[in-house]
C-alpha cells in the first residue's frame, strides 16, 4: 500500500485539522485511490512513501501540497 504521510505547514489549527482529515480520507480510501489509479492509468507507483504538506492555498503534486482551506467532502473531490 502507498503510504502518505500528512504534514500541517504551521502549527495553525486549520492546517492541524486539514492534515487530520486527509490522514483519515487516505485511512478510509486510500486503497481504493490507489487500485482506480492503477486501473485508468495502466501504471504502478515507483515510490512507496509520499510526503504531503497542508497550507493555504491551492493543491499542487510536486512536493504535494494540499490545500487546508476546504471542508471535507471537498477534500475528498478529485
Known amino acids: 500500500?502507498?503510504?502518505i504521510n500528512f504534514y500541517p505547514e504551521s502549527d495553525k489549527?486549520?492546517?492541524?485539522?486539514?492534515?487530520k482529515e486527509y490522514e483519515l480520507i487516505w485511512k478510509n480510501d486510500g486503497n481504493t485511490i490507489v487500485?482506480?489509479?492503477r486501473k485508468y492509468s495502466g501504471m504502478d507507483f515507483?515510490?512507496?512513501i509520499i510526503n504531503a504538506v497542508t497550507f493555504d492555498d491551492?493543491?499542487?503534486?510536486?512536493?504535494?501540497?494540499?490545500?487546508s482551506g476546504l471542508t471535507y467532502d471537498?477534500?475528498?473531490?478529485p
Do not use: H, R
Open 13 to 19: 489549527e486549520e492546517y492541524l485539522k486539514a492534515a
Open 58 to 67: 491551492v493543491s499542487f503534486s510536486v512536493p504535494m501540497m494540499l490545500e
Open 35 to 37: 487500485e482506480l489509479i
Open 46 to 48: 515507483k515510490t512507496k
Open 1 to 3: 500500500m502507498l503510504k
Open 74 to 77: 471537498q477534500k475528498k473531490v
